[in-house]
């Protein structure tokens, strides 16, 4: 059975950083692409950033690049977004989702609050 | 960027009905097109991926089609289960985009 956890989000103040990790299990990690999506309180989904494999191919966007950093670490079984100059627009729940032209699994999610 | 417009907003039916959705984009993504299903307090699930293949263990009253720019969901049946938020979602220039639509509520009538 396909696992992904999401963790790492919490309150943070404005133009700060956050750390987001999914810990994926129950699939070989290093075939597939992952994404990022993220859902604003009532609102609709938002892809984010998505990675390739072997991390050759990276895509993000337009209201994140910049400022938002995808990995992954496939001997952990990782995939990671690096959050800086976090802005209150920010705010959503993050979710990882395996795949690549498609977001096959999803995780449950992490809160990012950003708020002063 | 490729922009997804879904219609209509809102689709309020009763269970047993015909509910048809739809996602238009503002050029062709050609068959690289995904509807999700999300219901409140859970993630999305992916129903349908390539505009008309059921994703694993997708009942059959869920049917995909179109191609280019339009393209179609259709609930043959509404279960009461299906009353939900569905969105669409495009892959054909990952990893450079990755766009969802605004989504559609079908809600009870």
């Known amino acids: 059975e396909v696992q992904l956890v999401e963790s790492g989000g919490g309150l943070v103040q404005p133009g700060r950083s956050l750390r987001l990790s999914c810990a994926a299990s129950g699939f070989t990690f290093d075939d597939y692409a992952m994404h990022w999506v993220r859902q604003a309180p009532g609102k609709g989904l938002e892809w984010v950033s998505g990675i390739s494999w072997n991390s050759g191919s990276i895509g993000y966007a337009d209201s994140v690049k910049g400022r938002f950093t995808i990995s992954r670490d496939n001997a952990k079984n990782s995939l990671y977004l690096q959050m800086n100059s976090l802005r209150a627009e920010d705010t959503a729940l993050y979710y990882c989702?395996?795949?690549?032209?498609?977001?096959?699994?999803w995780g449950q999610g992490t809160l990012v609050t950003v708020s002063s | 960027e490729i922009v997804l417009t879904q219609s209509p907003a809102t689709l309020s039916l009763s269970p047993g009905e015909r509910a048809t959705l739809s996602c238009r984009a503002s050029q062709s993504v050609s068959r690289y097109l995904a509807w999700y299903q999300q219901k409140p307090g859970q993630a999305p699930r992916l129903l349908i991926y390539d505009a008309s293949n059921r994703a694993t263990g997708i009942p059959a009253r869920f049917s995909g089609s179109g191609s280019g720019t339009d393209f179609t969901l259709t609930i043959i049946s509404l279960d009461p289960e299906d009353f939900a938020v569905y969105y669409c979602q495009q892959g054909s220039n990952w990893p450079r985009g990755f766009t969802f639509g605004g989504g559609t509520k079908v809600e009870i009538k």
């Open positions: 989702s395996k795949g690549g032209s498609y977001a096959e699994d």
